[in-house]
Structures are given as structure tokens and as C-alpha cells.
């Protein structure tokens, strides 16, 4: 019983090894700017400013398809008011 015990977290070690492995492939290769370095850095600081500032990008990325998106609806409906 005390062997399968550690073969299971001998296991879920190997997993997580493999996992973070990709993960840092992944973020080595991707074309999202900035995601390497988040995932790469070896700087907890390094971390947290690159991740703040994905964030950021990502929220303005948001608002510009929210602002885009509702400038094209109120277009098609003032074409659509005027064709009728």
C-alpha cells in the first residue's frame, strides 16, 4: 500500500513536470506579445508587471470590439430607418 502511494505522487509529479514543460514551450513560441514573459521570467516582479500590463492591452482590446460592434449596429439600424 505505502508503494502505490508514492508511485501515484511520483505521478502526479511526473504530470506536473510535463505540464509546465509545455506550458513553457507554448509561451515560447506563441505570437500573443508578452505571454513569455510572464510564463518565462524567472523575476516574481517581472511576472505580475508583464501580466498587469496583458491584462490592460486585453481590456482595451475589449472595449475597442464593444465600441466597434455598437457603431455598426447603430449604423445598420439608421440605414434600415431611412430605407423604409
Do not use: P
Not at 464593444?66 to 457603431?71: A, L, S
Amino acid at each position: 500500500m505505502e508503494t502505490s502511494g508514492r508511485e501515484s505522487q511520483t505521478n502526479e509529479d511526473e504530470d506536473r513536470t510535463q505540464q509546465s514543460t509545455l506550458m513553457n514551450e507554448f509561451a515560447g513560441y506563441t505570437t500573443l506579445h508578452g505571454f513569455h514573459f510572464i510564463l518565462g521570467s524567472v523575476s516574481l516582479i517581472r511576472r505580475i508587471v508583464w501580466a498587469v500590463l496583458l491584462l490592460i492591452g486585453m481590456g482595451i482590446l475589449a472595449i475597442q470590439f464593444f465600441n466597434g460592434y455598437t457603431k455598426v449596429t447603430e449604423h445598420d439600424d439608421s440605414q434600415g430607418a431611412t430605407a423604409r
